[in-house]
């Protein structure tokens, strides 16, 4: 049984598309979670929190759904850049280590 | 600040050889996590310690891994005897108090022939 799934894509997009990941986790009790990127051959690095009410950075959202338990990124305007691996990430409780997605990969294409 | 330091970033090696990995984690992190990264299995987590202190290691493979943080400053992860199912890229990733963003070396890309 997997903790964190996530489609693993890839999704193909042109720029300026808007692309959406979902990822759904198993443990209702979990009680935090992020998005973090990875680019080819290089580390995992937090893109961002994902809080209760939704949040945003740019032309990035996020969202969580804890009836459905699954969290959610929204991409807006995709630029080339974006291409990378998405991982979501979960923590069940302040001292447990994240859980990491297998990750979505995204190509934006020009 | 340099960041989590990860040596060697390539090792190639034959099975049967023993490897050993390192990790130097950013000044004044309580928490080191060693995680392995493939594409059939994604990133999982192998032993993180708290203050030194190995916590929990359920995701060390078998007995061929072991793992040891000396002092606060300096770990290591070692394979022995390798085995080509080991390849893999093996990071590690610090953070201070719990809940806090988790910092990742640039990994070490393992091939075991």
């Known amino acids: 049984r997997k903790e964190v799934e996530q489609d693993p894509g890839p999704f193909n997009v042109p720029e300026g598309a808007t692309v959406a990941f979902n990822c759904t986790y198993s443990n209702s009790a979990s009680q935090s979670f992020f998005w973090y990127r990875q680019d080819c051959r290089k580390e995992p690095k937090l893109l961002m929190s994902v809080y209760s009410s939704g949040n945003e950075d740019g032309r990035f959202t996020a969202q969580l759904n804890r009836a459905s338990q699954y969290i959610s990124l929204l991409i807006r305007d995709s630029k080339l850049s974006d291409s990378a691996t998405y991982l979501c990430?979960?923590?069940?409780?302040?001292?447990?280590?994240?859980?990491f997605g297998k990750g979505t990969r995204l190509s934006v294409i020009a | 600040d340099a960041g989590v330091i990860q040596s060697p970033r390539h090792e190639v090696t034959e099975m049967g050889q023993e490897v050993t990995l390192r990790c130097k984690p950013i000044s004044g992190h309580d928490y080191l996590f060693w995680y392995r990264q493939t594409m059939m299995r994604g990133l999982e987590l192998l032993i993180y310690f708290n203050n030194n202190v190995p916590i929990d290691d359920s995701g060390m493979p078998e007995d061929r891994f072991s793992a040891k943080m000396p002092n606060a400053s300096f770990s290591t992860l070692k394979i022995q005897p390798s085995e080509p199912r080991d390849s893999a890229v093996y990071f590690c990733?610090?953070?201070?108090?719990?809940?806090?963003?988790?910092?990742f070396g640039s990994g070490t890309q393992l091939s075991v022939l």
């Open positions: 990430v979960v923590i069940d409780s302040g001292n447990t280590p994240l859980v």
């Open positions: 990733a610090s953070r201070g108090q719990a809940g806090e963003k988790l910092f």
